[in-house]
């Protein structure tokens, strides 16, 4: 079974989006990590902003491609819940570890406003999903 046939099949909230909404959202914020993470990790790698800036933003990129496998292979709601705490939390921590150490990077921290309300929205739905489906 697919992963928009399993969607489907749940029950959601009345608010939740559609799973052709939930794709395009995140083809644009994959644009968005890919350039605004891809950045932190050339800094911190070349020296150019302190280390351990970047490990927020690696496990971020961790829970975020974990939650796929968690939610539909594994299928799985509350691990998948917990999955997407640890992506709202790593994001904040990887962005509160920019403003403060790396201040010539603060535009990432502009750039992933749009990726931190979908996490926080996606967190919703999920935990929401989780509940309905208990």
Known sequence: MNEQTQYAQLTKPSWAPPSWLIGSVWVVLYAIIAVSFGTVFYKAFTKQIPWIVAPPFALNLLFNF????????????????????????????????????????RWVVYTNIPYLLWGMFATCVQLTITYLNS
Request: aromatic content about 20%.
């Open 66 to 105: 974990a939650f796929p496998f968690i939610q539909f292979r594994l299928v799985n709601n509350f691990f998948a819940s917990i999955d997407i705490l640890l992506v709202v939390g790593t994001l904040v921590w990887a962005l509160y570890a920019v403003w403060h150490s790396a201040p010539e990077l």
